[in-house]
Structure formats: C-alpha cells, structure tokens
C-alpha cells in the first residue's frame, strides 16, 4: 500500500534523500506521478501556492534544474523571484546568508540554492530562521535530491517499482557528481541490491560511498543484465588536472554507444542528467535513440520540483 506524501511527517528542508527512508521517497514519487498531468503546463494547480513566495538562489549555471524550479513554482502559482547573483550585493562582499535574510524578510519562503562548496545548502539551512525552507538544488559533488528523485521516478515509470529487481549501472565521472551520490542514496533505500559503479580509478569514488555496490573500470564486461545506464558528465570544473584522458581516449574506453548499450539487458533504458557532451559519454545515436530516457527524465523534473516545493510549504 503506497504512503501518501500528506500523511507523512513534513520535512522542513530538502537537502539530502539519505536518510529519508524509502516510504517517504516512494510518497514524494507518487506525489510527483500525480502532478504530472499539470506539470507541462495548464492552470488548473495555479492557487495551491498562490500568495506564496519561491526564490531560485545560483551560485553555479545551471539549465534543468534552474528552469524546472521556475516552471514548477509558477504552475503552483507561486511568485518567483529569480535572484541574480552575478548582478547583485553578493559581488560587493554580502555573505549569502545575509542575502537570504534580506530576501526572508521580504516575504520569501523557500530558497532553492546551488552552491559549488559541499555543505553550503545545509549551512544555510542551519543558520535560516525557523519557517524558511531550504532546497538543495546541487551543492559541490555532494547532494542533488531532486535529480536523484527524477532518475527513480523515471526508472519507476519504465521499469516499475520493485527495485530489488533492477541491476543499475552508473557510469563515468563518479567521484566528482552529486548526481552519482543522490542516486547511490535514493537506490539504496528502495531496495536495489544490484548497483554497479564503472568509472577511471582517477574518477571512482572513495571505497566508503560504494558499500554495497560492484564497482569496475572495465565498462563492457559490466554491461551484461544492466536495466538502467547512467551516463555522467565529466566534472572538470572539479578535477584537478590531468586526472582524464583525452575526450577521444575516455570515449574509447567509457562512451556509452549502440555496440556497448547492445551488451546490456535488452529493453535497458539510458538516463544522464545533462548537459550532455556527445561523443565524449555519450554518443548521440544513444542519447537520441529508442532506449534514451533523457528527456523524459527532464519532464519528470518539474512534476518531482512541484511535489517537492508543495510538500516543504506545506500546501
Ligand atoms: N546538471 C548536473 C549537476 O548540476 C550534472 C552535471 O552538471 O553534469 O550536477
């Protein structure tokens, strides 16, 4: 019997699924299933947060996840304020967190924030006056929560439910992505028993993040009886030089194309989170073909964003 996501305790922040226990990740699932007929437009949801106040907060560029949050608010009903980073008090010395008190105090109630240190989300979470949600939206290589829940949702939709039953492949620059982490926890609380982790050994994660999980640097010879390919992008923007090939060289031995996806369970389906840089993880026969899951994983953003921003202001 599936929990419903209004008879759960309310989370006051989303900064992190670990922890979060599967019931809870299965009801914001549902929840998001429910909003998806309203998720790509219409105006049948616009007064569920109407009078309520949503500000996106980038430190970091961002494409999806910025625009899925915009979109989400607004079909809520929701004002939304953009805040600008670049142009603003922040490039005159302004702490975040005074920037998020100032802003608080202008009515604003939920705060969906990128950040490129890890932890930054949850410090200011920490420090925010009682009432003001938090919503990770991408710190350092450490948290993405609503990606991880849009790669289950997606997952779900075409492979249904029972999880202990999928064998899950998560492919590239591991030790870099929170996208990586996010799923690792989200997949580890619904009952995936086969998780495996392919990367460079300059790009595996620390032996500690991959309890339970199989991991390897030699992609073909894990293929086989894989349901779910994620590719990842590589990170250079976080590495430290020098510790990947050429684009040519790591597309050689991690590029996810027809010949390597045809070594995997017939019928596996290939998520990456963007933005994709073909040719180099991915080609685009791939990411454009029939197994491609991608943009439907983009779609299922602003239903996951809906639940998300509903459940932390309680509407
Ligand atoms: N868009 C994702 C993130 O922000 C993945 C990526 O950038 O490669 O983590």
Known sequence: MPTAIA??????HLLT???????????????????RPHALGGTGLRQVLAGRTVCNLFFESSTRTRSSFQLAAQRLGADL?????????????????????????????AFVVRHAEDGAVAALAAAAEPGTALLNAGDGRSNHPTQGLLDLLTIR???GG?????????????????????????????GCRDIRVCAPV????????LAGCSHGTALDAMLEGVDVL???????????????PSAAAYFNDYGLDERRLALARPGAIVLHPGPMNRGVEIASAVADGPQSAVLD???????VRMAVLRHLLGA
Do not use: C, W, Y
């Not at 008879?7 to 006051?12: A, D, F, I, K, M």
């Not at 300059?202 to 993040?209: F, N, V």
């Open 7 to 12: 008879s759960v305790e309310r989370l006051p």
């Open 17 to 35: 699924l670990d922890g979060l226990g599967g019931d809870r990740i299965h009801a914001l699932l549902d929840a998001a299933e429910a909003l």
């Open 81 to 109: 304020l953009n805040f600008d980073v670049a142009a603003s008090s922040l490039s005159k010395g302004e702490s975040a967190l005074d920037t998020l008190r100032s802003l608080r105090a202008m009515g604003v109630e």
């Open 157 to 159: 939709q075409h492979k």
């Open 162 to 190: 029972d999880f202990s039953r999928l064998a899950v492949l998560i492919v590239g620059d591991v030790r870099h992505s929170r996208v990586a982490r996010s799923a690792l926890h989200g997949l580890r609380q619904l």
């Open 202 to 209: 300059g790009l595996m994660p620390d032996a500690a993040e």
């Open 230 to 244: 994620m590719a990842l992008r590589l990170q250079r923007e976080r590495m430290e030089e020098g510790r990947v």
């Open 297 to 303: 994983q983009v779609a299922n953003g602003v239903a």
